[in-house]
């Protein structure tokens, strides 16, 4: 059963426009969200995470937004830039500070010229 | 941002053969790292957990006797595939919490370590 989903495997945007990348969940315990890029044959690089007490999170070209009521979150970056190419993945944490982190699919992001 | 060092990056090795992977957090205490699993088109696997000092708590399915980890310090942590089969072929990555933002939670991760079983 995944907790955490990641929908759209591939997404293609034009340099410039605004990358949304979706992340929906089931598990209402989770209380910590994060999105990590990836890069071919690299680890995930942390890049920005929400508390869910907050529906919104701002950092730079990235912002992250939390729908609770819908289990549901995403991620802007704005402008898209063609170095954001990469797998974006979504992840959640359930069980306080100790709890392990759910990461989803992935979603591989293009960023065109 | 922190820094979390793998090695070896990539290894090909003989089916039988055991290979070590090395996981050191370089500017900051790890008290407890992270090993995952990656297959291709595939999420990041847990495969287990480890405190400084204590037994790894593996995943279900996570064959305990075939991957072993070893957590003896605040720096370092060790995967070794003991027997490696090509069915072991993989992408290996391991991450480390911060033990001084565990409100964050965030875990860094190292690059990788691909293994090639023949």
């Known amino acids: 059963d995944q907790q955490v989903k990641q929908n759209s495997p591939s997404l293609s945007v034009q340099e410039g426009r605004i990358s949304i990348l979706n992340c929906d969940y089931t598990n209402s315990m989770f209380d910590y969200f994060l999105w990590y890029k990836k890069y071919p044959a690299e680890g995930p690089t942390f890049l920005i995470s929400i508390s869910s007490i907050k529906d919104k999170n701002e950092d730079g070209r990235f912002t992250v937004f939390l729908n609770k009521s819908a289990k549901h979150l995403s991620l802007h970056i704005v402008p898209s830039q063609p170095g954001d190419s990469a797998v974006y993945f979504c992840a959640a944490r359930a069980g306080g500070s100790q709890g392990n982190l759910i990461f989803g699919k992935g979603t591989k992001l293009s960023v065109k010229p | 941002g922190a820094v979390v060092s793998q090695h070896p990056s990539w290894v090909i090795c003989k089916s039988g053969t055991s290979v070590k992977i090395e996981c050191r957090s370089l500017d900051f205490q790890a008290t407890t790292m992270f090993w995952y699993r990656q297959f291709p088109k595939q999420s990041l696997m847990l495969m287990a957990t480890?405190?400084?000092?204590?037994?790894?708590?593996?995943e279900q399915g996570v064959e305990k006797d075939k991957f072993l980890i070893n957590h003896a310090s605040l720096t370092l942590s060790t995967l070794t595939v003991t027997s490696a089969h090509p069915e072991d072929s993989s992408f290996y990555i391991c991450?480390?919490?911060?033990?001084?933002?565990?409100?964050?939670?965030?875990?860094?991760f190292g690059a990788g370590t691909r293994l090639s079983v023949l």
């Open positions: 991450s480390a919490r911060d033990a001084s933002s565990l409100a964050k939670n965030i875990q860094y």
């Open positions: 480890s405190n400084e000092g204590s037994k790894a708590t593996y």
